[in-house]
């Protein structure tokens, strides 16, 4: 039976062991350093991203909005600018962010990829640029963790301390206990850190529950890492061995299988080359005719219809402007094209990404590395809204101008505006016309969605941590306590 006091007793004492011990303090100072040096760099780099894209954003907007008169299709080609600013928890969790595009040049009959990716300006920082406070607690709390625990009971069966402490009327599991709650309160204390920045995210406009769901996710994490410390030094009857099987662990569960992860996903669903997918590209547009040239033989059936519909015997007579509406026509054919490579990409890039959250089974490290960057709404999922949201905007403002080159040119004008002062002139739409650009408020996935996303890596976390803790109580009710003594 567990005595609740006894417990209590134990984790105190634990901790004045530590705070004694040169080694844990020493540790324990060099991983908070850490954490606190990378929450804050990352804060204020991330903050510092956000208001300068928000600012060119609108500066984008405004720009376009206020060119002079001209004409419609000039317009088309001038472009425009997006942005993506970073998710309020991108400050704790970058994720894919640091490796993607973070701008992208709208312009008709192109879909150019988002550039200017972060990781790109960092270049003289080397290999820890990116540090990022998921990455610490990923990685490097870990082990403070192990430095600190790994010779919490093994110690005591060394020293045979445990014989006297047992000869108290305490229990092997109650003393287990004991020990674990001490390693616990030291992981909690590091996620204090964290818990400011997800409540600074949510004084942002951060989803309380969402902020509150990372900081969990982190919390059981750690206590996978407290279990699997506890339940190795009481399964070790020497501190050195403990401690070469929790480091053998952690290269394992930290290091070697997420690399093991990321080559599977790799060699069982590969992406197109770029090349090989330009070249098909080129090869489908071939067929959708050159929006530039009315003459195309691709518009004849175009033409047709419309001759028809309004009872001309040419283009001359339409109502309309046929060039205009033949932009219109190709921008969208081409649009339809290309967007069924862009999701063939995409469908590619996630499948790439399921299989790499596969292994997470076989490590919580894997696990909460996806929950995290799914809650965060900074995993390649959100980068592909991203990237569609920019094409809606693309494709709404270039098929608004190319009605205006339509509905408000004649097409006499438009044919002779290039030899003709008075025609190229009355070619030259009002600047009020540009207004057809929206605003771009890019929004990560919805609160449902990302919860939903990340309920299944939770569950994996916290399967790790029961495990663990299994682990541990059968090591505690085995009676080598006992048999040692």
């Known amino acids: 039976m567990m005595d609740k006091a006894a417990v209590v007793r134990i984790a105190r004492e634990e901790w004045r062991f530590w705070l004694r011990s040169r080694t844990a303090v020493a540790a324990a100072a060099v991983v908070f350093i850490l954490v606190i040096t990378s929450l804050v760099s990352t804060a204020i780099r991330i903050e510092t991203e956000r208001e300068a894209r928000l600012q060119l954003q609108a500066i984008a907007e405004e720009t376009f909005r206020s060119q002079p008169a001209r004409h419609p299709h000039r317009m088309i080609h001038y472009g425009h600018y997006v942005f993506r600013a970073p998710a309020p928890l991108a400050t704790a969790d970058p994720g894919v962010d ?87 309160a030291l992981a909690f204390a590091t996620l204090v850190p964290l818990g400011f920045v997800a409540g600074n995210a949510w004084l942002q406009g951060e989803n309380g529950w969402i902020a509150l769901t990372f900081w969990l996710g982190y919390a059981v994490y750690l206590l996978c890492w407290v279990f699997l410390i506890t339940a190795c030094s009481v399964w070790s009857k020497r501190a050195s061995t403990s401690l070469l099987a929790l480091l053998a662990c952690w290269m394992v569960l930290n290091v070697l299988l997420p690399r093991i992860a990321s080559s599977a996903a790799d060699a069982w669903a590969p992406l197109a080359g770029k090349v090989q997918s330009d070249l098909e590209i080129a090869r489908e547009l071939r067929d959708v005719g050159d929006g530039h040239n009315a003459n195309d033989p691709s518009f004849a059936k175009l033409r047709a219809q419309l001759l028809a519909q309004y009872d001309v015997s040419s283009v001359e007579e339409l109502p309309i402007n046929f060039r205009g509406v033949v932009a219109e026509a190709a921008e969208e054919e081409l649009t339809e094209t290309l967007n069924r490579f862009a999701d063939r990409r995409f469908d590619q890039e996630l499948a790439q990404a399921e299989l790499a959250n596969a292994f997470s089974l076989l490590s919580p490290y894997l696990a909460l590395k996806s929950f995290s960057i799914t809650t965060a709404s900074t995993n390649i999922g959100q980068h592909h809204l991203f990237l569609r949201s920019a094409e809606a905007l693309r494709f709404s403002f270039v098929q608004s101008l190319n009605k205006v080159h339509a509905e408000v040119l004649t097409y006499a004008d438009d044919v002779n505006r290039s030899v003709d002062q008075q025609s190229e002139q009355r070619t030259r739409v009002d600047a009020h016309h540009w207004r057809v650009l929206e605003d771009f408020d890019w929004e990560p996935a919805s609160v449902s969605d990302r919860l939903s996303g990340s309920l299944p890596f939770f569950g994996m976390l916290l399967m790790w941590a029961l495990a663990a803790s299994i682990l541990g109580w059968i090591g505690t009710s085995r009676g080598a306590w006992s048999q040692d003594g």
């Open 98 to 184: 640091p490796y993607t595009g973070t701008v992208m040049f709208l312009e008709g009959h192109k879909q150019n990829s988002a550039t200017f990716s972060p990781r790109y300006t960092q270049a003289d920082a080397g290999p820890y640029a990116f540090l990022s406070p998921a990455l610490t607690y990923q990685l490097l709390v870990p082990l403070l963790l192990i430095v600190v625990g790994f010779a919490c009971l093994a110690r005591e069966r060394e020293t045979r301390t445990d014989q006297l402490v047992f000869t108290m009327a305490v229990n092997p599991g109650s003393f287990w206990l004991g020990k674990s709650l001490a390693l616990a």
